[in-house]
């Protein structure tokens, strides 16, 4: 990938346009007005489609919906007890617990191995990095649903490849292995591959074209000083690439946090979902598979807030070093 | 380091690099590869490197199946509106976050970002109960409008960085030669932005082409879903899994993604690092 001029890290000025000071009055009403009118429209779609079920989904977490609603009774208002019901249940932090070691777990591979591929296309021949570059857009770009389609053939515990290949090598143990079914442990690590396998690439590639950004003769100079590799990424390449960074770190655990497809499409393939659900999938089976709509609102607050509390210390540096305010 | 050792460390980086590249390609190889085979193969001689017998028949049958080309209908529909109502009003936005300070421009900017973490499976269900209400479930109206709303935050962060990279000065400069505000941006910037457009209408198109979760829980009826749900479905149907089926099928959804990714998907990064690195 080359690097686009546009993105410089260091150019962040773009000036905002000076204050049309020679107008007439009204038409520099119009102008004050202008971007509140710009913004009508996709405020209003966005406050449609998603502002306004999120205010739903807030009054509903306070109600509970039972039989008598199925019948169309109105929802009676229970305010904290869906709230308290959640946080007594021990199943619940099994699952959050599950979810946040997964979360943790995934984001740290992505990231790990991301930069890692991305500092290793600085260092091979063109032709090299750009056979790397393709393999990695490909991986990128194929629809979750279908990855998870292809893992869940090459874990195939009679047909998958994964199992004959482990045989061949001489690990006659995982002869008919399955996957899925085995444990809550070995389904996340076929779960966690497939994120992993799809979400490395935009890691990657974007940690590169940042890495290009990197001015070659600052780094030479301080090679030249005797700065061994270690601290020349510490001090110099780091500092200029650490936006970047932030930004899919945050991305990483938002994503992950609130996985869905590739669970749930896993689980249609395995035992109990009991055993396997995170939190997206515990809220999908507890309010769409079981109508007891209050008690997953309640649920996917925790959740929000979940998210809130993990990332809200990095959406903060990120605007304090993107110059994002 | 000396000449010799250097090269041979270079060597080194390259061979560990092409050992990735093909680790990673692996499972879309895997992917043509069984959709290749004859249906039974797999059940008699186990997986297999190479398809020795080359056959079309997964891809016949799938084309052949009628629920297939109701599913490609579906999600041609809802990602087209979805993108190009999400690309008019994103550009709308974009322009008043790029080029005006106002009050309460920032705390747009935060909202933006913040927006983005609200999971789709925390939303989910009163987004289901209002389409429902609306009588809007199983329609390509009603999840167009959720798609709308899942892909506008980051069609406008990107957008937002693209707007940024044309320097304002020229839309100054042609005020100066009489252009109204308006008439400048049309005339200088818009025109700039037309690769940013494309890539922007691209990722958004993807992302509703790919979506699964809210097309699960809104297209509830059979018949009308769109393909990520038939793909799920189609697997969930074959019992004793016709593999080489299931395979084609997903290459048939990959396919027409990996080629217009392929094309865009520079712009596409860089326009996320834009947004990352930029006011």
């Known amino acids: 990938m080359t690097a686009q001029p546009q993105v410089l890290p260091g150019g962040a000025g773009s000036s905002p346009a000076p204050p049309p000071e020679r107008r007439a009055g009204s038409s520099r009403t119009l102008v004050r007005l202008t971007p509140f009118l710009l913004l009508l429209l996709p405020v209003g779609l966005v406050a449609l489609a998603l502002g306004y079920p999120l205010w739903r989904q807030v009054v509903m977490s306070f109600q509970e919906f039972g039989l008598a609603q199925q019948f169309g009774q109105p929802p009676e208002f229970v305010w904290l007890s869906n709230y308290t019901a959640i946080l007594s249940d021990g199943y619940f932090w099994t699952v959050t617990a599950r979810s946040l070691v997964f979360t943790a777990a995934c984001a740290a591979a992505t990231m790990f191995v991301g930069v890692g591929l991305a500092v290793m296309m600085q260092r091979v021949t063109a032709a090299v990095r750009v056979l790397l570059q393709v393999v990695l857009v490909f991986a990128w770009a194929t629809p979750v649903i279908a990855a998870v389609a292809i893992w869940k053939l090459m874990v195939d515990h009679r047909h998958g490849v994964v199992n004959a290949v482990l045989v061949t090598l001489g690990l006659e143990q995982f002869q008919g292995f399955h996957w899925l079914q085995e444990s809550t442990g070995t389904f996340l690590l076929v779960a966690g591959t497939v994120i992993v396998w799809a979400s490395t690439p935009l890691v990657a590639l974007a940690t590169f074209a940042a890495l290009t ?70 809220i999908y089976h507890t309010g769409i598979g079981g109508g007891n709509y209050g008690m997953a609102s309640a649920l996917a607050m925790v959740m929000l807030a979940i998210l809130v509390v993990l990332t809200w210390r990095y959406v903060r540096l990120l605007g304090k070093q993107g110059d994002l305010t | 380091m000396n000449p010799t050792s250097r090269r041979r460390s270079k060597l080194v980086v390259n061979g560990a690099a092409i050992a990735i590249a093909l680790l990673w390609i692996f499972p879309i190889y895997w992917m043509i590869n069984v959709s290749l085979q004859p249906s039974g193969q797999m059940r008699i001689d186990g997986p297999t490197v190479l398809p020795f017998d080359f056959t079309p028949d997964a891809y016949l049958g799938v084309l052949n199946d009628s629920s297939f080309w109701t599913s490609l209908t579906m999600s041609l529909r809802v990602s087209l509106l979805s993108v190009a109502v999400a690309l008019v009003s994103a550009t709308l936005a974009a322009v008043a976050l790029s080029r005006f300070r106002f009050r309460g421009r920032t705390g747009m900017v935060v909202a933006v970002l913040i927006i983005q973490m609200i999971p789709a499976e925390a939303l989910f269900i009163s987004q289901f109960r209002m389409l429902s209400g609306w009588g809007l479930i199983n329609t390509v109206t009603g999840l167009s409008l959720l798609y709308v709303g899942t892909v506008m935050p980051f069609i406008v962060w990107m ?121």
């Not at chain 1, 005797?226 to 990424?233: F, P, S, V």
């Not at chain 2, 304002?168 to 505000?181: S, V, Y």
């Open chain 1, 213 to 282: 950004q990197v001015d070659d003769s600052v780094v030479e100079a301080a090679q030249l000083d005797g700065a061994g590799l270690l601290r020349r990424l510490r001090y110099i390449v780091l500092p200029i690439i650490k936006p970047v960074l932030i930004l899919l770190a945050i991305l990483q655990v938002i994503w992950d946090l609130r996985v869905f497809a590739q669970i749930y499409s896993l689980q249609q393939g395995a035992g109990s979902s009991r055993a396997t659900n995170l939190l997206g999938t515990y």
């Open chain 2, 159 to 279: 957008l937002k960085g693209f707007v940024d990279s044309v320097p304002a000065d020229l839309e100054e400069a042609a005020m100066i030669d009489g252009c109204t505000k308006v008439g400048a941006f049309f005339r200088v910037t818009f025109p700039l932005l037309g690769p940013g457009l494309v890539a922007t209408g691209v990722f958004g198109f993807l992302v509703s082409w790919n979506e699964f979760t809210l097309a699960l829980v809104i297209l509830s009826s059979g018949g009308r879903v769109t393909l990520p749900v038939w793909l799920q479905s189609f697997q969930e149907g074959m019992t004793g899994t016709d593999w080489a089926g299931v395979m084609a099928g997903s290459a048939l959804i990959a396919i027409p993604v990996l080629i217009l990714f392929s094309i865009v998907q520079k712009r596409m990064a860089s326009g996320l690092v834009a947004g990352a690195v930029k006011g």
